[in-house]
């Protein structure tokens, strides 16, 4: 098979700096968000965080979990590119996409609802300036989709 990889690359890391500077290294643009452990990693505060997921709390813990495994267990590998037009159904270049499921706006945790996705809905030109400084999504015809 061979691998056709785009002539142009733009990329928004929000993981490890190491990412973006890499891209960056590479030449590309990049930008890096600017992510940290909830709480600064206090065991008390997060220990309240948890508190506040309510409901979602077991779901979230399984999902970590499950993270956690696959990040232990999995192979990356490669195994095509394509524009996301050209094989996601439903696509219509007003979607945001992430690495989890696919989830309806409701469905967002508070964290990347309030940071992370209307942010980059502004970048794409997906929402007014007034929705991101309001940290509110729920008027957009944005939806974000997962893998």
């Known amino acids: 098979m061979t691998v056709r990889l785009p002539g142009e690359l733009s990329v928004v890391s ?3 700096p190491l990412f973006a500077d890499a891209i960056s290294a590479q030449g590309r643009p990049v930008q890096q968000v600017d992510w940290r452990i909830p709480a600064g990693g206090d ?15 077991e779901a979230i813990d399984r999902a970590n979990a499950e993270v956690v495994r696959r990040l232990d267990e999995g192979v990356p ?10 094989t996601l159904p439903g696509f ?7 690495c989890g499921p696919a989830l309806a706006w409701e469905q ?14 502004l970048r794409m030109g997906l929402i007014p300036s007034s929705e ?16």
């Open 108 to 121: 967002v945790c508070d964290p990347l609802c309030l940071l992370k996705l209307p942010h980059a809905a």
């Open 14 to 16: 929000a993981g490890l």
């Open 77 to 86: 590998t490669l195994v095509g590119i394509a524009v996301g037009g050209d």
């Open 132 to 147: 991101h400084e309001s940290g509110s999504m729920k008027g957009s015809t944005a939806s974000a989709i997962g893998s």
């Open 43 to 57: 065991a008390t505060a997060v220990a309240a965080l948890q508190q506040l997921y309510g409901p979602r709390a």
């Open 92 to 98: 219509d270049g007003r979607m945001l996409l992430h």
